[in-house]
C-alpha cells in the first residue's frame, strides 16, 4: 500500500510540471526541476526537505502554498545553471508563515546550524514574483532582469492595480544573488509589477550578493521589511512604483553595500507615467560609515516619493537629488510637491550639516544647492542621536523617538508615536537571522 502511496504522489508532481527526482512520501527530499510547466498548483509542507534546481516558475493559474515552518533549498549554480524560483504574471504564491514556524529560502547546502557563515552570499537565485500592475515603460511590458529574454514566463508589467499575487508573511531569504553573468546577480527579492492586493509583511533578505529588494513598477505595499549584509542597495525602487512601506529596516555590513534606498522613476522614458511615488513611513536605516560608497537615499530619473518619520544613521552621504538639464529629474519632483524628505531623524550622517546631508547631483546652481539644504530645517528635520545600540543587534531605542511628525495618511499605515522602525516592540525577534546575530 505504501508503494502505491508513492508511486501517486509521483504522478501527481509529474503533471503539475515539475519534475521529481527523489521523494520519499513522508519527511523525504523532493528535488523539483521545471521542465516548461510550472509547479503547478500544490502545496509544499514542512514535514518534506525541497530542493529546487534551475529555474522553477510558478505559472499562469498557479497557486503555489507553503505551509509555515518549510523550509525550501536552492542548488548552486551560475549563469544559465541558476536557481531561483519566480512567480510567473498571473500564478500565486501563498507562503504564510508564522513567527513560531517561518518560511526558509536558503541554499542547499545551508542545515541552519551554522553550515553556511551568516554573511555568506551569492550561493543561489533569490524569490522574483511578478504581476500584471502598471510600469511606466513604453508598452507597459517588461522582461525581468535576472531571467533569459527568450523566456516569455519572465514578463511583467499590465493594468491592474489591484492585482493578487498572494501572500509573503513571515519569509526569511538567505544567502542569495548569485551571478548570472556579466556581473549581474538577483535580488533578493524582485517584485516586478506587482499590485497592491498582494501582501507582504514580515520579510527578511539578509546575506544577497545584489539588492535586499527591488522593486519595478506596481502598486505593492511593503510592511515589517530586514534587510541586512547586502552587496549592493538595501531598497532599489523604479519604473513607476507607487506603493506603500512602514515599518522598515537596513543594516549594511563594512566594506558592502550602496546606497541604502536607491530611488529611481522612467528609464524609457524617463518622464514615464506612472511616476514612482511610493510614501515610506517609519524606516530604520543604517549604513557601513565610510567604508563603502552610497547614500541614505538617491533619487534620479525622475524618481519623487515621501519617506517621513524615519531614522538615518552612519552613512558616508545623506539625501540626493538628481537636477539634469532637462524638465524631468529629480529635483522638478521635489518642486511640484511630488518629493519630501521630512520629520526625519540624522546621526552621523555626512558631516552632520544640513549642507553635507542634503546634497544635489548633476548640473546644478548654488541656488539649487541652497534651496534643497534649506529644506532639511523647513522640512522639520533633525540631528540628534536616537539611542539605538545597533553594533550589538539591538534596533530598539533606549527611549521611542517622537518629535514632529508627518500625519497617517490613510487606514494601510498602523498610527504610531514614534520615529523609526521600532517602538517598544522588537518585530524582528525570534523568526529572522539578523536577529540571532
Known sequence: MKYKIVSIFFLVLVFAGCRKSDYLAEGGRVTLTDNGSGTGTVTWTKENEYILEGLVFVNDGQVLTI????????????????????????GKIMANGTAEEPIIFTSENDDLQGSVEKNETGLWGGLIILGNAPINVEG???SIEGIPLAEPRAIYGGIYENDNSGVLKYVSI????????????????????VGSETEVDYVEV???????IEIFGGTVNLKHIAISGCGDDAFDYDLGWSGKGQFWLALQSDYKGNNLI??????????????????????????????????????????????A???????????????TDAQNDSYSQWKQGNLAVQNNLFFEVASSTPSSVYQLTGVYSATQQHEWE??????????????????????LPQEKIQGEMLETPDSWFQIVNFKGAFGESNWIEGW????EQ
Open 374 to 395: 534649506s529644506y532639511f530645517t523647513n522640512g522639520a528635520n533633525e540631528m540628534a542621536d536616537p539611542n539605538i545600540d545597533w553594533p550589538n543587534g539591538n534596533f
Open 67 to 90: 505551509e509555515a515552518g518549510t523550509v525550501v533549498r536552492f542548488m548552486p549554480g551560475q549563469g544559465e545553471n541558476a536557481s531561483a524560483l519566480i512567480v510567473s504574471r498571473g
Open 206 to 212: 539578509i546575506a544577497n550578493e545584489d539588492d535586499g
Open 140 to 142: 507597459g511590458e517588461a
Open 262 to 307: 536607491e530611488a529611481g522613476g522612467g528609464t524609457s522614458p524617463v518622464n514615464g507615467l506612472p511616476y514612482s511615488l511610493p510614501t515610506l513611513l517609519n524606516v530604520t536605516l543604517i549604513g557601513n560609515g565610510n567604508t563603502s560608497e552610497g547614500a541614505c537615499a538617491d533619487f534620479r530619473n525622475n524618481a519623487g516619493g515621501v519617506i
Open 174 to 193: 538567505r544567502h542569495g544573488g548569485t551571478n548570472i553573468g556579466d556581473g549581474n546577480e538577483i535580488n533578493g527579492l524582485t517584485l516586478g509589477g
Open 432 to 435: 529572522t537571522l539578523l536577529s
Open 309 to 323: 518619520n524615519s531614522v538615518f544613521m552612519n552613512k558616508n552621504q545623506g539625501i540626493l537629488l538628481e537636477v
